[in-house]
């Protein structure tokens, strides 16, 4: 065989020639057995050496680009931590405009947890309802006793859908809920109210509920009316029997048998409730369709079915008054009404002083809490005696927060 018959060759055949099958068997074996000698050595050696293994896996592991090659390629990441919502919207809701219908409101607010104990920490807040024509012309009356008592109540205001906002700055600013039109004595007037204690009901923290109008103004400081609501034992809607026409003359007939005549009572409309009775009222399904099927026209809603309601289901819990004075001794369908050269300081003391009442079981000259009806060009002499005379400047000295 010469050299270029041994360039075609096979490089098998070159390694075993032919002559020496046997042998080329033998050394192909011996080889395998070697490289397998080898292998099961490794494995021994690197499984009972860590520091061996840890090396062995840093070697084979791809090397990381440089700081600057990173920088280079990919986008800076944001480091900012993600901010906490938790329960937020629940202990403090914020924007309390929203897209719901009364129907998905009251459902919602409806919702009582059955775990009593909080997994926070927050002071208890009154909610002061208004239900308002229009604008507020009282407003800085109120301004003024609220200010400085932040976190210790919650301002909701229901106008008619075309009434502009209150101005930035104010208390009222962005505190009107989804309204709608209301009549005076319809029952749609008493919609509004459980919608104004829907609304208030989303914020866990409100735990007392009173409803005002544009011409209520607050007879005591803050932090006297804060803490005659918070540490009462009874809620104050006023239900009589009222012989007559403007009684149990305004009784349907087609309420029976589920509300019969001797059930029937009459009340302030300025209630004062707290949250379990809020809740009651905006869940009932049995006397509040009954009167919006039957409770039209002259019925006058908003005097007989709160009134009614409780006088049923709730006889022991209410003081069987309202909070909120008004004089009626002029007679007719309305109360006296109060104009500027009304307002004197002899005025306010009678109605801050001039009754005698049970409060927790105890006697007190502590009646009334708010007065109405009150014009609004009655504003100036107002601001001029209220805040002396009622001691705005004191502040309720309470914990905010825990």
């Excluded at 986008?75 to 809701?93: D, N, W």
């Excluded at 308002?132 to 200010?147: I, N, Q, R």
Aim: aromatic share 12%.
């Amino acid at each position: 065989m010469n050299k270029h018959q041994e360039q075609l060759l096979p490089s098998s055949m070159l390694l075993f020639p032919p002559r020496s099958k046997h042998l080329s068997l033998l050394l192909a074996l011996l080889l395998f057995g070697f490289g397998f000698a080898v292998g099961i050595f490794s494995s021994f050696y690197l499984q009972t050496t860590p520091v061996s293994l840890s090396m062995a896996q840093l070697l084979l592991q791809p090397s990381a680009p440089s700081q600057s090659a990173v920088s280079a390629s990919s986008p800076p990441r944001s480091v900012s931590a993600k901010p906490r919502i938790g329960l937020k919207e629940f202990v403090e809701p914020g924007v309390i405009l929203h897209d719901m219908t009364d129907e998905e409101l009251l459902w919602r607010a409806s919702m009582v947890p059955k775990i009593q104990k909080r997994p926070f920490s927050r002071p208890p807040k009154v909610a002061f309802l208004f239900l308002t024509k229009g604008h507020l012309p009282l407003a800085p009356l109120w301004e003024k006793f609220f200010e400085g008592n932040e976190g210790f109540y919650s301002i909701y205001v229901h106008a008619s859908p075309l009434n502009g906002s209150a101005p930035k700055g104010s208390v009222f600013h962005g505190r009107r809920v989804p309204s709608k039109a209301v009549q005076w004595g319809g029952m749609n007037m008493m919609e509004a109210e459980r919608r104004l204690l829907a609304n208030a009901l989303l914020d866990v923290s409100n735990q007392r509920f009173v409803l005002l109008s544009e011409a209520c103004i607050p007879l005591f400081n803050f932090p006297t009316i804060y803490s005659y609501l918070i540490n009462s034992t009874k809620i104050y809607v006023q239900a009589y029997d009222l012989p007559g026409p403007t009684g149990r003359g305004r009784y349907m007939k087609k309420m029976k048998p589920l509300l019969k005549l001797e059930q029937w009572r009459k009340g302030s409309q300025w209630f004062e409730v707290d949250r379990s009775l809020a809740i009651e009222v905006i869940s009932d399904d049995e006397y509040f369709p009954l009167f919006q099927r039957h409770c039209t026209s002259s019925c006058f809603a908003d005097e007989h079915y709160l009134a009614t309601h409780v006088s049923v289901r709730f006889p022991g819990r209410t003081a069987n008054r309202s909070l909120t004075w008004v004089d009626w001794s002029k007679g007719g369908p309305h109360p006296a009404r109060f104009l500027r050269t009304d307002v004197t300081v002899e005025l306010l003391e009678r109605i801050r002083n001039g009754s005698s009442c049970s409060y927790n079981g105890r006697s007190t000259r502590i009646c009334f809490l708010f007065a109405r009806k009150f014009l609004p060009n009655s504003l100036v002499r107002l601001m001029r005696f209220a805040p002396k005379l009622m001691d705005f400047k004191q502040r309720y000295e309470g914990r905010r927060t825990g």
